[in-house]
Structures are given as structure tokens and as C-alpha cells.
């Protein structure tokens, strides 16, 4: 999943929702980072990248042919960090 395939395009659209964080019922933080993970084995989460730029958000060190599944959190400061976002699937090309 590079910036010109269309399994890294729909990562890059999927991760850009991340762009504020829900840290309560009544406030909002700017977020800071997004936290991406991929799926090794059935529900084990391994840490694939941590994005500070976010408009720079391609997942390093991909095998092409790969199906490879992702979900990505917001951080923002003092360690706040949203929900799991649901997994997203695709073919790394």
C-alpha cells in the first residue's frame, strides 16, 4: 500500500478521519499523532507506524501481494488516545 495504489489510497482516506480526537463527552483535542497496527495473527495487534505528520501517512515496509488488515487511533497531548477505529483490509501493490 504505497501513496499511488488503491489499497493505499483507501488507507490514506480511512486514516484522514482521524483528524480530532474525542477525549470526553464535552471537549475535543487537536490531534497530535495517529497510531496505526496491523493484524498478525487472529486479534494480536502489532505496532506498524506512528504518523506525527499527518499528511504523510504511508505505512513503511509493505510486501507486495500482501492482504494486510489495519486500524489506527488518534493520540493528542498528555497521552490521550481515542477508540480503535474498525479494521480495514487491503492488498499492499
Same mark, same amino acid.
Not at 494486510?68 to 477508540?83: K, P
Given at each position: 500500500?504505497?501513496? /499511488?495504489?488503491?489499497?493505499g489510497?483507501?488507507?490514506?482516506? %480511512?486514516?484522514?478521519? *482521524?483528524?480530532?480526537?474525542?477525549?470526553?463527552?464535552? /471537549?475535543?483535542?487537536? #490531534?497530535?499523532?495517529?497510531?496505526?497496527?496491523?493484524m498478525? =495473527?487472529?486479534?494480536? %495487534? #502489532?505496532?506498524?507506524?506512528v504518523?506525527?505528520?499527518?499528511?504523510?501517512?504511508?505505512?513503511?515496509?509493505? +510486501?507486495?501481494? /500482501?492482504?494486510?488488515? *489495519?486500524?489506527?487511533?488518534?493520540? =493528542?497531548?498528555?497521552? +490521550? +488516545?481515542?477508540? %480503535?477505529?474498525?479494521?480495514?483490509?487491503?492488498?499492499? #501493490?
Amino acid at each position: 500500500m504505497d501513496g /499511488t495504489s488503491t489499497g493505499g489510497e483507501s488507507i490514506r482516506k %480511512w486514516m484522514a478521519m *482521524f483528524s480530532e480526537l474525542d477525549v470526553s463527552a464535552t /471537549t475535543a483535542a487537536a #490531534t497530535t499523532a495517529q497510531l496505526v497496527e496491523s493484524m498478525t =495473527a487472529p486479534n494480536v %495487534w #502489532t505496532k506498524m507506524a506512528v504518523f506525527t505528520d499527518l499528511n504523510n501517512t504511508v505505512v513503511p515496509n509493505l +510486501q507486495p501481494g /500482501t492482504v494486510y488488515t *489495519f486500524r489506527v487511533c488518534a493520540m =493528542a497531548a498528555g497521552n +490521550q +488516545q481515542s477508540e %480503535w477505529s474498525a479494521p480495514l483490509s487491503a492488498m499492499s #501493490t
